[in-house]
């Protein structure tokens, strides 16, 4: 039966490809790394034939493991790491460097240019993206490429060259050069698009002197996006949805509703919360952003991130070498009592949403004699815990309030950390039976594009709990807690 969903998950360190059932059960896994470039320190670069190389034979696993006739699989769905950007020559395919990551700081001066000369930029760039003036997104990082790669201005003037992020590097060779086009959700990532108008921003690309004919088509996130050519997997697949990663995750966990969230706990920690027709503004610097558009209907979202999630505990393994694998973590936490607690505030590179304090460092405080190295990682964990409360409460001062988290990523797997979320946070917490959320969103949407699904509430029925946390905790032991951390931020916060 034709009713397989092919779905390429495009990250930051290797590219994966889902087979999905029509339920969104996982029939089979491919995944390729990639390597890093750092050419200097701030600097993150892919090679975008790396990036296309790894996501074929990702796919070609995942076909050949599912043991499926390709003719089975009824439609694919792209979901990407965000941000990351490409230009390529529209006549030849050759990218002119390598894909500047969205990890990528080297234009962090130009940014302080910006705003030194363009009395308030960054209000003009909240208004009409949503977003912050920041390297981080890929206005500048395309702003980077036309000024210091040979010849690029000129060419991308001469109409020679196309913008992309991974989606539409992807999009454009997997269809052989017939489809140029991103969706709402990758789009409201490069700091050029109007989430409120839904187009490219004209004032913002004759401000940062973007051509806006190296721009691609923006279409909703499940759509008619041509069909991947016969010859790279014995038959044509048509493409039916995109979306980038964090979207992606958010559609894979049915939070199709306003008030509904999820955090997604790896490397780092992004929580986005669906917030309806309106695109609710931040007054905590949180990013406004598409979480997905159908049918040219907008739904928003609001997003909060934190930089430190499981790399705090890849610290305390590699750094410290307190522990030699994260899941020990979990029951040196059990053995740990919550008197006397010692708070570790991972402000590494500073402090993300809410307090945004770039020069803060990181502390352990509350430190006595019989501190040991279960009280350490324990820890490690709650500034997670405490951390995601903080991004909770910057969304309820923004007048939107989560009632319950849809949690995934690696850290879900250590039950204790999702219980203590759960009793910090005072809600109660949902793990997914399918915890490949991000292309599990990709399959949905690209589903929804086939008439695979009639509607997203369809969609909704075919995710699964595996397991729901409630609070344990009553209201003033969880107070006590948090004042604990806050008061331990304060502690660490610069002088500024
Ligand atoms: P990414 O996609 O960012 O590479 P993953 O979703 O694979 O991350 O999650 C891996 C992260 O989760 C690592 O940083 C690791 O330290 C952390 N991690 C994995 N298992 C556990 C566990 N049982 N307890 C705590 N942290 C864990």
């Not at 109007?194 to 002197?209: S, T």
């Not at 995750?249 to 939070?255: D, P, V």
């Not at 402090?351 to 324990?378: C, F, H, M, N, Q």
């Not at 997670?384 to 903080?390: E, L, S």
Request: proline residues 4%; negative net charge; hydrophobic residues 40%.
């Amino acid at each position: 039966m034709s009713d397989y969903i092919l779905s390429f998950d495009q990250g930051t360190t290797s590219s994966r490809a889902i087979i999905f059932s029509a339920r969104g059960e996982i029939c089979a896994i491919g995944q390729h790394e990639f390597p890093q470039i750092f050419p200097h320190s701030g600097w993150v670069e892919h090679n975008p034939d790396d990036i296309w190389e790894s996501t074929l034979q990702a796919a070609r696993d995942a076909i050949e493991q599912a043991g499926i006739d390709v003719a089975d699989i009824r439609v694919a769905g792209i979901t990407n790491q965000r941000e990351t950007t490409l230009i390529w020559d529209r006549h030849t395919g050759e990218p002119v460097y390598n894909a500047i990551v969205w990890q990528d700081r080297r234009t962090a001066a130009y940014c302080q240019q910006l705003e030194d000369e363009h009395e308030n930029i960054e209000q003009l760039i909240t208004d009409h993206t949503g977003l912050l003036l920041d390297p981080y997104f890929s206005a500048t990082k395309i702003v980077w490429l036309l000024d210091n790669v040979d010849g690029v201005r000129a060419r991308a003037e001469r109409g020679e060259l196309m913008f992309g992020t991974v989606d539409t590097y992807l999009l454009w060779r997997l269809t052989g050069g017939e489809v140029y086009a991103t969706d709402a959700t990758n789009a409201s990532r490069t700091m050029l698009f109007n989430i409120h108008r839904q187009c490219w921003d004209d004032e913002l690309l004759a401000l940062l002197g973007i051509p806006p004919g190296m721009l691609p088509e923006v279409k909703n996130s499940a759509d008619d996006f041509g069909a991947i050519r016969a010859d790279l997997f014995g038959r044509r697949i048509p493409i039916g949805g995109v979306a980038g990663d964090q979207q992606a995750a958010l559609i894979g966990q049915a939070c199709f509703t306003p008030g509904m969230a999820k955090s997604t706990y790896g490397t780092g920690c992004f929580m986005v919360m669906n917030t309806g027709d309106e695109a609710v503004r931040s007054t905590h610097r949180l990013l406004t952003t598409v979480a997905y558009r159908l049918d040219n209907q907008v739904t928003y979202a609001v997003e909060g991130s934190i930089f430190m999630a499981g790399a705090t505990i890849q610290w305390i393994r590699d750094g410290l070498r307190l522990i030699r694998d994260a899941s020990e973590s979990e029951s040196l936490a059990h053995q740990t009592g919550y008197e006397n607690p010692v708070y570790m505030v991972p402000a590494f590179t500073g402090l993300g949403a809410p307090y945004w304090d770039p020069e803060a460092r990181g502390a352990i405080l509350g430190l006595s004699r019989d501190t040991g190295i279960k009280e350490i990682v324990t820890a490690g964990l709650q500034a997670v815990c405490y951390q995601t409360r903080d991004l909770l409460e910057a969304m309820r001062e923004d007048g939107i309030r989560p009632e319950n988290l849809r949690a995934d990523g690696g850290m879900v797997a250590n039950s204790w950390l999702v219980q203590f979320l759960a009793d910090v946070l005072g809600i109660p917490i949902a793990c997914p039976k399918v915890t490949e959320t991000t292309a599990l969103g990709a399959a949905f949407l690209a589903g929804l594009q086939a008439g695979m699904y009639q509607s997203l509430d369809e969609v909704a029925t075919l995710w699964q709990d595996d397991k729901a946390y409630t609070p344990q905790v009553d209201d003033e032991a969880r107070a006590q807690l948090y004042q604990g951390w806050r008061t331990a931020v304060e502690r660490v916060r610069s002088a500024g």
